[in-house]
């Protein structure tokens, strides 16, 4: 992560939480805990909401028959398993909040089939600070996509996690570094005025 100094507009920046969700969480294993991710993602929503910058929660989610989630043959497919009635809630230490933008999604990256682009340039927002679980998958997809359709894009490395570390560095020490600014929580917090 680069010492280079960081200032974050709230009017044009929002935070974009993926997956962060009941059902996703026992993803986080490496290199941080789901309680630790948890944690960051609040106190960031706290400070973007005192700022009256945007909060956007992303959620994803099927059919119970699973008839809407992609299906092409693939060597390691997702389990097709029935998902727990809670699954798509919101854990305890992170619930939403009036005004928290919603965004539901039936694949990888926070874009495709939903309307975050378009809630994002209606409210003239430039620049996203993305995080969540699981750092190779949704957050991954997310922001390759976002800096393909040229936001900006700020990736707080505390505030994702995986299965497994080498995904995670392999994002974080190669990926990101070519796509955003790669800073801590507290670096971020620190720079919204």
Excluded: C
Aim: aromatic share 8%.
């Amino acid at each position: 992560m680069t010492d280079a100094a960081l200032s974050l507009d709230p009017r044009t920046t929002a935070l974009v939480l993926i997956d962060l969700q009941k059902g996703i969480l026992p993803n986080a294993k490496a290199p941080y805990t789901a309680e630790a991710v948890l944690a960051n993602a609040a106190a960031l929503a706290q400070a973007f909401r005192a700022a009256r910058a945007a909060v956007v929660r992303v959620r994803v989610g099927f059919a119970p028959d699973f008839a809407d989630r992609l299906s092409p043959p693939v060597d390691s497919p997702t389990p097709a398993d029935p998902l727990p009635a809670d699954w798509a809630e919101d854990p305890a230490p992170l619930p939403a909040q009036a005004g928290d933008i919603a965004i539901f999604k039936r694949q990888w990256g926070a874009f495709y089939g939903t309307d975050l682009d378009l809630q994002m340039r209606r409210r003239g927002i430039r620049t996203l600070v993305i995080g969540g679980i699981s750092t190779p998958f949704g957050v991954e997809s997310t922001a390759r996509d976002a800096w393909e359709r040229g936001y900006e894009l700020v990736l707080p490395e505390d505030l994702s996690s995986a299965s497994a570390l080498e995904p995670h560095r392999v994002a974080f020490g190669t990926i990101f570094p070519r796509i955003a600014r790669v800073r801590t929580t507290a670096q971020v917090i620190a720079a919204l005025k």
